[in-house]
């Protein structure tokens, strides 16, 4: 016999990244790199051609995960 299921809690966030939009350069494709914090090349993933991208501020990145206690408290209050 199998014993009875109980329903599947929902998982919470036990951490968050920034995600970045930039546009190719080549084909205006939007681009999501995780919060560069380095001046990087970036490969669009439409045309695959490589473009370098402006890195984000670390301290705005530190200070969004901070305030948002690493999406802790993010997340809706109905399932908390």
């Not at 016999?1 to 919470?12: D, F, G, T, Y």
């Not at 919060?35 to 670390?58: H, I, S, T, Y």
């Not at 948002?68 to 109905?78: F, K, M, N, T």
């Amino acid at each position: 016999m199998s014993q009875p299921k109980r329903p599947l809690e929902p998982a919470k966030p036990v951490g968050m990244e920034v995600v970045y939009i930039y546009v190719c350069p080549f084909c205006n494709h939007r681009v999501g790199v995780s919060a560069p914090l380095q001046p990087a090349m970036v490969r669009c993933d439409a045309c695959l051609k490589n473009f370098p991208v402006v890195p984000a501020d670390e301290k705005s990145i530190r200070f969004i995960k901070l305030m948002l206690d690493e999406a802790r408290a993010g997340i809706a209050p109905d399932f908390i």
